[in-house]
């Protein structure tokens, strides 16, 4: 990662007011391993966020204790690789246990081959023991072992961790209301993803290749200094785009056809960009086609106007739903009243998926939605893209009682996303850069 964007005070400030609400449970937070992609041959690393979001530190194995029952001095403790000339001359740098303590401020920092070893030994004495179940194989094993060790012993110490909390809860709670610097993080990540789509745009041609467009875009997000793509990035021509999951992005762009893109970035420190724009192969858009996209677009801005603090991801998500089913009802797409289409799921063979999810670290970052009943009220720092579309194929049957979709609309499939910062007065669209009104998609 860049030295200038790492900051060892933000994480700071992130563990202490973690090590606040988890009160006097200990905390265990392992970082990702590395992930095989066939034989011996292993992905690009991948931090997992929880970890990266509380350390900064951005190597695998790695495991950070949070002691909030030891002294001053020891609440912090990495296990790390520890320097190894040998190993990094195949694999690469690595900070070290020194590097652990003098750059990533931990109070005590161990080789990792001394977890099994000195966990019990940080664990003893806290009232609980953080740590997310599930998810760790390597180092579950271990946190289990220590706690039944006191448990065992528990009848001569007096002392022994009464649960098994779950850090999560707490920690997604904190990553859902993104700090000054996780929102200039995603500006950046947003900026360098918009510049992507209007590139894209404008080299786009009748005749060109799906994967011609997507490799231009992310050459752009590695040209930018980003990781790359932050997800796999959607190149969709014409009835691809009715795929909503479509990556293969093999297919030749036709004249007459859209092409929806939906790509975006990942930073150096993991924050996100996620963008979805739909423009007219050839320039133009077909009078089907532009009645769509204007539709799938005034739904989309009247949406985004609805992020403000007070309001919540269902509001915007309504918001853009009944504008989509007024527009289709017009069209002669949808007949039946409004309410009634809504109520009754009419409109889901045009639009099958929701309006929007949290972003940050995460492209569908963490962070509940709803608490019981009541959705989440939007706050400032929260982040959330704005995302409808419309899709027409014949995959998904006609509802009784709706109409049978002419020819003329088949095989059209748009998208518009924005990501969407909720501030104190309003909010910010993150990815303004990237144009969208009819006449920009034109040329
Ligand atoms: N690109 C994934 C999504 O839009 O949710
Ligand atoms: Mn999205
Ligand atoms: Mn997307």
Redesign the pocket.
């Known amino acids: 990662m860049p030295v200038s964007v790492f900051d060892q005070t933000v994480h700071q400030t992130r563990r202490e007011r973690f090590l606040e609400d988890l009160g006097a449970a200990a905390a265990v937070i392992p970082a990702a391993a590395l992930a095989t992609h066939h034989a011996d041959c292993e992905w690009p690393f991948r931090q997992d966020s929880d970890f990266f979001y509380l350390t900064g530190f951005d190597e695998p194995d790695a495991v950070a204790l949070l002691l909030p029952h030891r002294p001053e001095g020891e609440r912090f403790v990495l296990f790390v690789q520890p320097k190894d000339p040998a190993a990094e001359v195949w694999t690469g740098f690595r900070w070290g246990t020194e590097g652990a303590v003098e750059r990533y401020g931990a109070d005590l920092a161990h080789p990792l081959d001394q977890l099994a070893e000195k966990l019990p030994h940080y664990l003893n004495g806290a009232e609980a023991i953080a740590f997310r179940v599930g998810r760790y194989p390597a180092v579950e094993p271990l946190v289990l072992s220590a706690w039944g060790r006191q448990l065992d012993t528990w009848s001569r110490t007096g002392s022994a961790a009464l649960g098994l909390v779950a850090p999560t809860p707490i920690l997604h709670r904190l990553r859902l209301r993104k700090d000054a610097h996780e929102l200039d993080r995603l500006r950046e990540a947003c900026r360098i993803s918009a510049e992507a789509h209007e590139l894209a745009r404008g080299i786009t041609r009748p005749g060109m290749n799906e994967s011609e467009v997507q490799a231009a875009i992310e050459a752009h997000f590695r040209a930018s200094g980003a990781r790359g793509p ?2 796999g990035s ?1 190149v969709a021509g014409g009835d691809n785009a009715c795929v909503l ?1 479509y990556t293969a992005n093999t297919a030749p762009l036709n004249d007459g056809d859209l092409l929806l893109i ?3 970035c990942s930073v150096s420190d993991y924050y996100n960009g ?1 963008i ?1 724009r739909t423009f007219p192969v050839n320039g133009r858009f077909s009078a089907e086609q532009r009645e769509l996209y204007s539709l799938v677009l005034a739904a989309q801005e009247a949406a985004i106007a609805q992020v403000a603090p007070g309001g919540t991801a269902e509001q915007v998500h309504d918001t853009a739903l009944r504008v989509l089913v007024e527009g289709l009802l017009d069209l002669g797409l949808l007949i039946g009243e409004p309410d009634s289409v809504i109520e009754q799921g009419d409109y889901r063979h045009l639009y099958m998926h929701r309006t ?2 949290w972003l940050g670290l995460d ?2 970052d963490v962070g509940a939605y709803r608490l019981g009943e009541r959705p989440m009220t939007l706050e400032p720092g929260v982040v959330l ?1 704005v ?1 409808p579309g419309l899709y027409i194929s014949d995959r998904l049957a006609v509802p009784e009682g709706q109409p049978e979709i002419d020819d003329r609309w088949k095989g059209i499939g748009i ?1 518009i ?1 924005d990501d969407v910062a909720v501030m104190a007065d309003g909010h910010e669209v993150l990815t303004a850069a990237a144009l969208k009104s009819v006449e920009a998609m034109e040329r």
Do not use: S
């Open positions: 932050a997800y959607i999951h939906d790509a975006g996620d979805t929007g999810h492209v569908h893209t995302e998208r996303e």
